[in-house]
């Protein structure tokens, strides 16, 4: 049964960057639409950004949020069963706890947000932090 584990969090500046990783184990994290969500303190946990590798070679980048567009991007390492999310030019109300979630049924449509992710495997974060 798949796990995933994120990792790569931490404290930058504004206008700086990060790369998280979302790493797979005990299924092979390619066939999996993987969702990146984050929760701003005080708010609801929000996904910004669906990524099913398979896909790729036919634009697997399905969805990415308004608010993350042209910032942050996603790419795969098919070896290590690993997801990439880099961000670049973060903003302070980029901060939060950002979580990865993989479906196996889920194909990263533009609604893909509007359902349910409860049956998915999620990780347990990891903290971003955004401030000078």
């Known amino acids: 049964q798949l796990q995933v584990v994120e990792s790569g969090g931490g404290l930058v500046q504004p206008g700086g960057s990060l790369r998280l990783s979302c790493v797979g184990s005990g299924d092979t994290l390619d066939y999996y639409a993987v969702g990146w969500f984050r929760q701003a303190p005080g708010k609801e946990r929000e996904g910004f950004l669906c990524f099913r590798g398979i896909d790729a070679v036919y634009d697997g980048t399905k969805y990415i949020a308004d608010s993350v567009k042209g910032r942050f991007t996603v790419s795969k390492d098919v070896g290590k069963n690993t997801v990439y999310l880099e961000m670049i030019s973060l903003k302070p109300e980029d901060t939060g706890v950002y979580y990865c979630?993989?479906?196996?049924?889920?194909?990263?449509?533009?609604?893909?947000?509007?359902?349910?992710?409860?049956?998915?495997?999620w990780g347990r974060g990891t903290q971003v932090t955004v401030s000078s």
């Open positions: 979630a993989a479906d196996q049924f889920f194909r990263c449509s533009s609604s893909v947000f509007k359902e349910p992710w409860s049956s998915a495997t």
